[in-house]
């Protein structure tokens, strides 16, 4: 018997075509409902074509946005989103937007600028570089604390946070550098098909060719 979505949860995507976005932060708050499997329904926003009521809730107009359907409460914003959630559903728990552990947090700056550095040049080797350094970071936590996850034996939002993250650092790099994550990053690498392998990243996944095509604009910026 099907459950009534208790959620809806609007994302980055094409509406006309009931088609699933790249945005990392819409990830987050869906791997979010997944993992506490909270009845939800996705809606999708056209971010060439965004509608005024959007700009009513949120004046930033970005997404994710949840519309609570039992409360009809509208939550904008990833870090308000997951933190809602955890108070609105806590079994599963998962921890705070800022749940522990701390690594990692400076992931996707780092990997905008190496992605943006001219090929070829010193700045991109050094960019590249402070990436890795980052990528240990969370690759040393994992081995020096024998976890699956940043939260232990199952994820938390440490985890849902960082994951997104991970899988455009991966694919944007391989498409527009030719560059891997380092095969001695091995802690990592089993992370990342680890968490990948999860029901609740199947549920909410996009093919790799969708974040390449969504970094494509920030690149001819």
Known sequence: MATSPIIEAYVKGKPETHERGDCPFSHRA???????????????????NKPKWLFDINPKGSV????????DTWVPDSAAIVDYL?????????????APPHVGEKLFPNFIS????KEGTDEESKKIGVLVQTLEEINNY?????????????PNQADLG??????????????????????ELSSLKEYNQRIRS???WKQTYYPPEKVVEGWKAHLEA
Request: proline share 7%; charged share 35%; net charge negative.
């Open 64 to 71: 994710p946005i949840i519309h609570d359907l039992e409360k």
């Open 198 to 200: 999860r029901k609740s």
């Open 86 to 98: 955890e108070d609105r559903f806590p079994d599963p728990a998962l921890g705070k937007h800022d």
């Open 142 to 154: 994992l081995r020096d604390n024998k976890t699956d996850y940043l939260g232990g034996e199952r």
């Open 162 to 183: 960082l994951a997104p993250k991970l899988y455009h650092v991966e694919m944007a790099m391989r498409a527009y550098k030719g560059w891997e994550i380092p095969d």
């Open 30 to 48: 869906l791997l979010t409902l997944a993992e506490k499997h909270v009845p939800y329904k996705e809606e999708y926003i056209d971010f060439n």
């Open 114 to 117: 190496a992605l943006k550095a």
